[in-house]
Nanobody, 125 residues
Framework: QVQLVESGGGLVQAGGSLTLSCAAS????????VGWFRQAPGKEREFVAA????????YYAGSVKGRFTISRDNAKNRVYLQMNSLKPEDTAVYFC??????????????????WGQGTQVTVSS
């Protein structure tokens, strides 16, 4: 069982940066892949980025590649999403999700078993 709590969201101007954090409970967190997803009002939840367990392999959606960086600190049971060059279209609620068996290139939200409550990111133009 894994419990996830996101933090770090807020209001930022276009071109700015934010770092989201996903704090996890559980002694075996290091073996879980973790993904970030986002959901804007009236839209479906979409994949943003993912990082594998121990190897740390990463995968990004095309819309954020080169602007966002996902990383993890297994000693602290945390996964981060560094977001640079933010655009108004990045505005959404951001969720972290974890699963022991999912491949890092999996972009389907239903593949992940554990979810946080989300954190709001608003980018003003």
């Amino acid at each position: 069982q894994v419990q996830l709590v996101e933090s770090g969201g807020g209001l930022v101007q276009a071109g700015g940066s934010l770092t989201l954090s996903c704090a996890a409970s559980g002694r075996t967190f290091s073996i879980y892949a973790v993904g970030w997803f986002r959901q804007a009002p009236g839209k479906e939840r979409e994949f943003v980025a993912a990082i594998s367990g121990n190897s740390g392999a990463t995968y990004y959606a095309g819309s954020v590649k080169g602007r966002f960086t996902i990383s993890r600190d297994n000693a602290k049971n945390r996964v981060y999403l560094q977001m640079n060059s933010l655009k108004p279209e990045d505005t959404a609620v951001y969720f972290c999700a974890a699963d022991r068996l999912v491949a890092v290139s999996t972009t389907t939200s239903s593949a992940y078993d554990y979810w946080g409550q989300g954190t709001q990111v608003t980018v003003s133009s």
